[in-house]
């Protein structure tokens, strides 16, 4: 039971937002339906389609763009475009509605760059490798019918089953080898990237990831549904940022909110120009929802602090390197010869994958850390960069040079961490899902983003419209 201290306390606390709330003008107070924290892909999609509601929105982004993971280069002298993030989108209607509302084309997305082919080496031995050859349609295949077996996360994972199915719980490599999964594991292990060990992860996750609206291995042979692009995927959230004006707050972090009232909330938002306060009727929060990501917010020590602080991520870096000495018609695959209990999966922390680009001399590299070794600095990176690049030049993977190459210059290097969210399968059993989305709607509070449906901006597009669209239906 709360004291009578405890009451002039709050009492104390709220009459400081007051204040605190007093001292910004009004010419800095924003009055709006709702405002949206994280202009990522699930954040810049809430704050359009409450627009098309016909609702007024704010956007807090910490970052000077909207996008989130998604980041494209443009090469200086030829304009042409690299991704450096969100690459390809389902063909779905949403992809497909909402590119046309920001007035951006879609392309039938291209797997292949013409003329490029990839050799496959042990990136920690340098040595050159010869992948299994498997049946990896027939595997694919045969997770499928697993995968079929959970048609609750095909949406999101807000109606996991309870009591949890113990497949689910699974580290998802028993599962591999459970269900003989073994020759789909290369082409898994391509989407794994950034997930860490991922064959240690809750099968849960892979389930939902890799559910029937994700495009199949028969696309890459031109078989089966393919994926959309646009010629730049930026453009989206440039033009969105156009869209919401001086509503989108950039560069901007929540220093501290009250979401105490029946009929709104207040956030108080450092920007480049000062402090402004937001006040809402409700709260969409887009950000990766771990503990220490949600500084500034009111947390509930009962009901909010004990589910967001079992979330933990991964560490995910990628960037593109001038000079590598690479062919330009290479790309390197990092077979992990050494790492036969993990199905032949890259070993982590390390480089992942060095693969050709449109622009001559550039390649675009990925790596990843693991939960020993999460945080890399960039020159970190460069450094493992280079290591790695001398043992496949000593080795002749990279053919007719050896010692470190010399001219190398990485010309952008992005931390896309942190990085699919996860919480341990115990935890899962205990009904964490179930807790987190009972959050849904309290306090004028609505959660979306990667951890609440998976790594894929379909899936997130999909989960969000129908979020919102409910969340004003009343
Ligand atoms: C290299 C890479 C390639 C990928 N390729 C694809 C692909 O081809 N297709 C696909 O569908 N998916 C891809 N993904 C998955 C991608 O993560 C999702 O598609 C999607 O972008 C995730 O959206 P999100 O809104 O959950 O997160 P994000 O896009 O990360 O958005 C979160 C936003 O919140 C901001 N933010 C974080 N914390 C705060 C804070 N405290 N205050 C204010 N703002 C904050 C961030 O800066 C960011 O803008 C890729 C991811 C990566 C990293």
């Known amino acids: 039971m709360l004291s009578i201290a405890s009451f002039a306390l709050i009492g104390w606390a709220a009459a400081a937002l007051t204040q605190r709330d007093a001292n910004i003008s009004q010419q800095n107070t924003l009055d709006v339906d709702v405002?949206?924290?994280?202009?990522?892909?699930?954040?810049?999609?809430?704050?359009?389609?409450?627009?098309?509601?016909?609702?007024?929105v704010a956007v807090v982004e910490q970052q000077d763009r909207l996008g989130g993971h998604t980041k494209t280069y443009v090469d200086p002298a030829s304009k042409k475009v690299i991704e450096l993030?969100?690459?390809?989108?389902?063909?779905?209607?949403?992809?497909r509605a909402f590119f046309a509302r920001l007035q951006v084309p879609l392309y039938q997305y291209n797997y292949t760059t013409p003329g490029v082919t990839s050799e496959y080496a042990d990136f920690s031995t340098g040595l050159p490798a010869t992948p299994k050859q498997g049946d990896l349609l027939g595997a694919w295949n045969a997770f499928q019918v697993q995968v079929a077996k959970y048609p609750s996360l095909f949406y999101s994972l807000d109606d996991v089953p309870f009591p949890?199915?113990?497949?689910?719980?699974?580290?998802?490599?028993?599962?591999?080898?459970?269900?003989?999964?073994?020759?789909?594991?290369?082409?898994?292990?391509?989407?794994?990237?950034?997930?860490?060990?991922?064959?240690?992860?809750p099968t849960l996750l892979a389930i939902k990831y890799f559910s029937p609206?994700?495009?199949?291995?028969?696309?890459?042979?031109?078989?089966?549904?393919?994926?959309?692009?646009?010629?730049?995927?930026?453009?989206?959230?440039g033009n969105a940022t156009q869209e919401l004006g001086s509503y989108a707050l950039l560069s901007s972090t929540v220093i501290s909110m009250d979401r105490s009232a029946a009929d709104g909330v207040t956030i108080t938002v450092q920007t480049p120009s000062g402090k402004k306060l937001i006040r809402a009727k409700k709260l969409i929060s887009a950000i990766p929802p771990l503990i220490d990501n949600l500084n500034g917010f009111d947390l509930n020590n009962k009901t909010e602090v004990p589910i967001f602080n079992k979330f933990r991520g991964?560490?995910?870096y990628v960037g593109l390197v001038n000079n590598s000495g690479v062919p330009d018609n290479v790309t390197l695959v990092n077979y992990g010869t050494t790492n036969t209990n993990n199905f032949n999966i890259p070993v982590v922390p390390g480089v992942y994958n060095i693969y050709a680009t449109a622009v001559p001399g550039i390649h675009y590299f990925l790596f990843a850390g693991n939960d020993s070794q999460p945080t890399f600095t960039e020159s970190q990176v460069e450094t493992a960069l280079q290591d790695t690049l001398t043992r496949l030049r000593a080795t002749g993977v990279i053919p007719n040079s050896s010692g470190p190459v010399k001219d190398l210059s990485?010309?952008?290097?992005?931390?896309?961490?942190?990085?699919?969210?996860?919480?341990?399968?115990?935890?899962?059993?205990?009904?964490?899902?179930?807790?987190?989305?009972?959050l849904q709607g309290q306090r004028n509070t609505y959660w979306t983003g990667a951890a609440f449906v998976t790594q894929s901006s379909t899936a997130i597009w999909n989960y969000t419209d129908q979020l919102v669209t409910k969340m004003w239906s009343g």
């Open 35 to 56: 405002c949206v924290i994280g202009g990522g892909a699930a954040g810049t999609y809430a704050a359009i389609k409450s627009k098309e509601l016909g609702k007024s």
């Open 85 to 95: 993030g969100v690459a390809e989108y389902q063909d779905t209607p949403i992809v």
């Open 164 to 201: 949890v199915p113990a497949d689910l719980l699974l580290p998802f490599g028993q599962f591999i080898t459970k269900y003989e999964l073994q020759d789909a594991v290369p082409y898994l292990s391509l989407y794994g990237e950034g997930w860490g060990n991922f064959v240690t992860l």
């Open 213 to 237: 609206d994700f495009f199949s291995p028969a696309s890459l042979s031109g078989d089966g549904p393919g994926a959309l692009a646009a010629k730049d995927n930026s453009l989206i959230y």
């Open 314 to 316: 991964h560490s995910w």
């Open 410 to 438: 990485i010309i952008d290097f992005t931390s896309h961490s942190p990085y699919e969210l996860y919480v341990p399968s115990d935890q899962i059993a205990k009904g964490f899902y179930n807790k987190l989305f009972a």
